[in-house]
């Protein structure tokens, strides 16, 4: 190929997507931390003045932003003790020889599909004091164990982990079901043969082949974490009392309700920091194990 | 595949299904009651007079058909907008062995790990200073690029896989680099295209953040603004077309799932790459 015609065609084919994601997704994210620095009252035309670290303090002495990080390890915490086994447990349904799998499949992962506005809706009634279930309980006879599910302080971060595990269990479902699908069947007509049941089967075989899911799972299970906005702003907007706030939702409520810009933007950068370290972190975790266990085979 | 013991199965399977499908269910009766029934009616019970004004008053009060409008006219052309970008990075990163490829790959890769939420301060301010708050073209164009990231992962991962002896015999038919991608190369990417695109419509179509913070004509609210300041008014004085806006914003996302179940699944798996 004509080395010059090549190189036009390259700029051609890469400048309007580099120029475009360069002004609407760098550019914008080098300002949050630049503007971490800078205090501003969200009017257009007043410049905005240097502040120094006073953002960040300001952050740190902020006891909802301690509250936000402890609702994410919730939400992580709930990923690996609610979520992963229920997952694990539909997609061992949705992949096996049962007769309406395909029903059951369908029944499990359309809540993750939805609009996470209106599915959230939903749940802020079914769980107000006279909602769905509380009805439930009662009719059931278990009028003991009633609440206010999302008005009680103590109680309403749970609340939206449970809703939030509701939402993702069939998108999860789906990734272990590609998992689990692409074990040969013949490992496992072999353990028949040497007289393995079925526990032994999912302990010796299905969980260790699924190691790269889980490490997926992990992954997704942490940096899905850190960005859950919707499923607070929607269904508590962060209250009572900032008891449900996460750090989008502080970042949000900062700027756009109390016009507090710049610390809006030290959330905004302590999001970006604690997103790439993580990435990279689980990255060259995982990575540095499969290396290593490649070179546990060659030797 | 492990075989599981029948019974046990189907009971798991069956309530599980009942845990995930009956909220939508109470819904949906909720939907065509008015309060005295929803607040007094057992939670199995069917509606006593099927009261389908209230999807009437949704639609229209709450200009929720307005909404599903504007959130395809957001999706569909975001996600055209998308892929084409998408496309043409994909073929340069994927057939041109070039000293700044890593880098570039890289660069695109950082949107898939910073939260976009955390661009919200300095677009809004900047869609501010420009007046161009309220804007069909600028959101498009957003939504469109916010998407980038993940497609250009995906499909320049599937172009690699696709030969290059192709481009060759192409080029010596003397098919130029921009049609080469469009005519040969685009139809040939069509599995991991639509993956892509599937998901980014999805996306696009359920945004919440960037409507809130850039959009304040009611006209052009997508389906998520619409249901909540819907909700914001009536608060629970009027259940029933509340209920019956839920109903309506979910539909079309379940009809375009059931129409590309595959895909959508697909995409879902490849998806949790991004997140």
């Known amino acids: 190929m004509n080395k010059r015609k090549a190189y036009g065609a390259i700029a051609i084919l890469l400048l309007p997507g580099l120029l475009l994601y ?14 971490s620095f800078f205090d501003w009252n969200g009017i257009f035309n007043v410049p905005l003045t240097f502040d120094g670290i006073n953002n960040y303090k300001e952050m740190l002495d902020n006891p909802n932003f301690y509250r936000s990080l402890k609702n994410v390890g919730l939400f992580i915490a709930a990923s690996f003790v609610l979520i992963l086994p229920i997952a694990l447990s539909l997609a061992l349904v949705v992949t096996s020889r049962m007769r309406g799998k395909r029903f059951f499949k369908v029944a499990f992962f359309i809540p993750s599909i ?27 006879g278990l009028s003991s164990l009633t609440h206010d599910w999302l008005g009680e302080p103590a109680l309403a971060i749970y609340t ?18 590609s998992g689990l699908v692409a074990i040969p069947d013949e490992i496992y007509e072999a353990a028949s043969l040497d007289g393995a049941n079925s526990f032994h089967k999912l302990k010796h075989i299905t969980l260790p082949l699924m190691k790269e899911i889980f490490k997926v799972f992990a992954v997704l299970a942490v940096t899905q974490s850190i960005r859950v906005f919707g499923q607070i702003y929607v269904i508590t ?56 266990k490649k070179k546990g085979v060659q030797a | 595949m492990i075989k599981l013991k029948r019974t046990p199965v189907y009971v798991f399977s069956v309530i599980a299904a009942v845990i995930f499908l009956y909220p939508l269910l109470y819904s949906f009766f909720s939907s065509l009651k008015d309060n005295v029934e ?30 599903i409008l504007n959130s395809f006219i957001y999706a569909i052309p975001g996600t055209f907008l998308c892929l084409v970008l998408s496309l043409m990075i994909a073929f340069v990163l994927s057939r041109y062995k070039l000293r700044m490829n890593g880098f570039l790959y890289n660069y695109f890769a ?8 955390s661009l919200m ?132 996302t379940i009809v375009v799932y059931l129409l590309f179940q595959e895909k959508v699944e697909k995409g879902l798996s490849a998806g949790a790459v991004k997140e």
């Open chain 1, 22 to 35: 360069t002004i609407a997704f760098i550019y914008p994210a080098i300002q949050t931390v630049y503007q």
């Open chain 1, 114 to 140: 939805l609009p996470l506005t209106s599915v959230g809706l939903m749940w802020q009634f079914l769980l107000k004091s006279d909602g769905l279930v509380n009805k439930l309980l009662e009719m059931f």
């Open chain 1, 160 to 177: 939206v982990v449970v809703v939030n595990a509701w939402i993702y269990c069939g998108q999860n479902m789906i990734i272990f079901a």
């Open chain 1, 237 to 292: 907007g962060g209250g009572p009392n900032g008891a449900t706030d996460v750090p989008t939702t502080l970042l949000y409520n900062e700027a756009f309700k109390f016009n507090n810009f710049g610390v809006g933007n030290s959330i905004g950068t302590f999001m970006i920091v604690a997103a790439l370290v993580v990435t990279v972190l689980m990255n060259f975790l995982t990575s540095s194990r499969s290396r290593a």
């Open chain 2, 38 to 67: 929803i607040y007094n009616n057992s939670v199995f019970s069917l509606p006593d007079v099927w009261r389908w004004n209230n999807y009437k008053m949704a639609l229209v009060d709450a200009k929720i058909s307005r909404a």
């Open chain 2, 110 to 117: 950082i949107g898939l790990m910073i939260p976009v939420f």
């Open chain 2, 121 to 252: 301060i300095p677009i809004s301010k900047v869609v501010g200073a420009l007046h161009l708050f309220n804007s069909y073209p600028l959101m498009i164009v957003l939504y469109g690029v916010f998407e980038m990231p993940l497609a250009i992962f995906l499909i320049t991962g599937y172009m690699k896989g696709i030969s290059k002896e192709l481009d060759e015999s192409a080029i010596i038919d003397g098919c130029g680099p921009i049609r080469l991608l469009f005519q040969i190369i685009a139809p040939l990417t069509m599995p991991a295209v639509s993956t892509a695109g599937i998901l980014s419509f999805f996306d696009i179509y359920n945004d919440l953040v960037w409507n809130v913070i850039l959009i304040s004509d009611q006209n052009m609210n997508n389906i998520s603004m619409a249901l909540m300041s819907f909700v914001g008014q009536q608060g629970s004085s009027q259940l029933g077309p509340t209920f019956a806006g839920i109903m309506l914003t979910i539909v079309p």
